[in-house]
């Protein structure tokens, strides 16, 4: 059974930075692509970066320039770079990993940027 382990996240001020990571752990799955979603409250979740099994990236044009997303294949694992971090970038963050067959998602973390 795949589960997908997220971690990082939490509380920073607008201008500054944190990571998060995700992992897929307990299977042995072939990977399509990685990324990560947020989502806020009574709104849809909302993609903001993906990277695929053959390295091509996609930003949500919100995110371009501030936000970098990298992948350990070997680890299954994503990594997301937050820099200048605005207000509007206060959501869950969810991991999703895209199997072959089956998509899979993390429980969220929570990201909180004040002004």
């Known amino acids: 059974q795949v589960q997908v382990v997220e971690s990082g996240g939490g509380l920073a001020q607008a201008g500054g930075s944190l990571g998060l990571s995700c992992a897929a752990t307990g299977g042995t799955i072939r990977i399509n692509a990685m990324g990560w979603y947020r989502q806020a409250p009574g709104k849809q979740r909302e993609v903001v970066a993906v990277?695929?099994?053959?390295?091509?990236?996609e930003y949500a044009d919100s995110v371009k320039g501030r936000f970098t997303i990298s992948r350990n294949n070997a680890k299954s694992t994503v990594y997301l770079q937050m820099n200048s971090l605005k207000p509007e970038d206060t959501d869950v963050y969810y991991c999703k990993v895209e199997g072959q067959w089956l998509n899979y998602w993390g429980q969220g973390t929570q990201v909180t940027v004040s002004s």
């Open positions: 990277i695929r099994a053959n390295g091509f990236v």
